[in-house]
């Protein structure tokens, strides 16, 4: 398959007149029709929610699209449940997926009703102490441990991950909550990212669901959800076929059909927490052209770095990426994609088969919406990209501007060098 942007070069040309790149843009009919599509494959479950993943895109514009289908927030810091509450996603809206956590972000959630999905069994005393009592409804997180290899042969470490708890501890983690005077109960488990197969979630089902009658058998206690969490991938690259979410939900349906109706298990709510799925592919980073060097290699340096897009420096990943208007133009060059950091693994592509490129060309790089803004930082003193939403009608509106230097010196604003810094 081919990937296309969804922005033409025209109407990205219309958009750089008023916000320079680089920049990062969010296709609004795209995360629309993605939502719609993920709520109607699992409309045969009544209690079901996607909790979206705030860390891959916190921006409360986007997340309030998502919130007009009953998204609610999967958070796990202090700012994305500022960020939830903001919005006015409170008490059940919130699931409070987090680890390594500081206990006033325990009462910050409760505070907030959000459920508490619990990393840990010796977590337990800290909720207490945040909480005064234990909430009513708790959820805890499972890591069986050991490889999670699906059928099509995909596979992941959850024995080398540092998230949840051994099955032993999570039975006990259960009796000891529901001693102490819980009522209501969630498992959660996270056990592929990125997956790009329909096999993942049904898979993940079906380990979580016989858990599921074990616990019932062990402990009494008939849980009032399930969630999937994340892990749903996307399709980076051009050769690979994306998932159907229609054929994920009937898949997971059938695996609840077969294992949680007949165990008197029929009433569970299935959640889910997306992130990448929600909108990896409805956004892109886009960036001029500025330099071009020709040494050992072909170099083509653009006004983004690794600050915008962390990805491929970070982990080598893959991101496609089209010079806007040369869609059709054959891929005679061999380029690396580079950005202006201090640092050689600040490339967006290396040796990439793309049409030549002019100084000034626009260079699409697909894929950005998740885990990219977010993964920003500000080296070498880079500053952050504005976001942009291209709406349904086909205007753009700004819903971040970009960083100035006034924001990455304003953690001196209490000294006297500040002034001197933001001198024009
Ligand atoms: C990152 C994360 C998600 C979202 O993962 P995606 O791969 O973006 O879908 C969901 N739940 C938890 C607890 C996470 O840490």
Request: hydrophobic share 35%.
């Amino acid at each position: 398959m081919s990937k296309k942007p969804f922005l033409t070069l025209d109407a990205a040309k219309e958009i750089i007149a008023e916000y320079p790149t680089p920049f990062h843009i969010y296709d609004e009919k795209g995360i629309r029709d993605n939502v719609k599509a993920l709520v109607d494959a699992f409309s045969w479950n009544k209690g079901y929610r996607e909790y979206f993943a705030v860390k891959a895109t916190p921006n409360p514009f986007l997340i309030k699209i998502l919130n007009e289908y009953g998204c609610g927030c999967d958070c796990s810091s202090e700012t994305e449940l500022m960020l939830s509450k903001a919005l006015g996603i409170t008490g059940e809206s919130i699931m409070f997926s987090s680890n390594d956590t500081p206990i006033k972000e325990y009462k910050l959630c409760n505070d907030l009703g959000g459920i508490i999905n619990l990393d840990d069994i010796t977590n337990i005393e800290a909720v207490e102490k945040a909480c005064g009592t234990l909430p009513k409804k708790m959820s805890c997180r499972y890591n069986p441990g050991g490889k999670f290899i699906l059928t099509n042969g995909i596979m992941d470490n959850p024995g080398d991950a540092k998230y949840g708890m051994t099955k032993p501890q999570i039975i006990e983690a259960y009796k000891i909550l529901k001693s102490k005077g819980v009522e209501e109960f969630g498992l959660h488990a996270f056990l592929a990212s990125n997956t790009v197969t329909n096999d993942y979630y049904p898979q993940l089902a079906k380990v979580l669901f016989e858990l599921a009658v074990e616990i019932k058998n062990e402990t009494g206690i008939a849980l009032s959800f399930i969630n999937l969490s994340g892990g749903i991938g996307v399709p980076y690259r051009p050769e690979e076929t994306p998932n159907d979410i229609a054929v994920i939900g009937e898949g997971v349906h059938k695996v609840f059909d077969e294992v949680l109706v007949p165990n008197g298990l029929g009433d569970v709510s299935i959640y889910t927490e997306l992130g990448r799925f929600m909108m990896a592919p409805y956004g892109a980073l886009v960036t001029t052209a500025i330099n071009e060097k020709h040494t050992h290699k072909e170099y083509i340096g653009v006004d983004a770095c690794a600050v915008n897009l962390m990805r491929p420096a970070m982990y080598g990943a893959y991101h496609h990426i089209t010079v806007l208007g040369k869609e059709n133009e054959p891929e005679t060059e061999t380029y690396d994609i580079t950005g202006s950091l201090c640092e050689n693994n600040d490339k967006f592509a290396i040796d990439r088969k793309l049409p030549k490129i002019e100084m000034g060309d626009i260079l699409y790089i697909h894929d950005a919406g998740a885990h990219g803004f977010s993964m920003g930082y500000n080296y070498n003193g880079k500053l952050k990209s504005a976001e942009i939403l291209y709406k349904e009608d086909g205007t753009a509106e700004l819903i971040r501007r970009a960083e100035t230097p006034k924001d990455y010196f304003a953690t001196f604003d209490c000294f006297d060098i500040y002034q001197k810094l933001i001198e024009e």
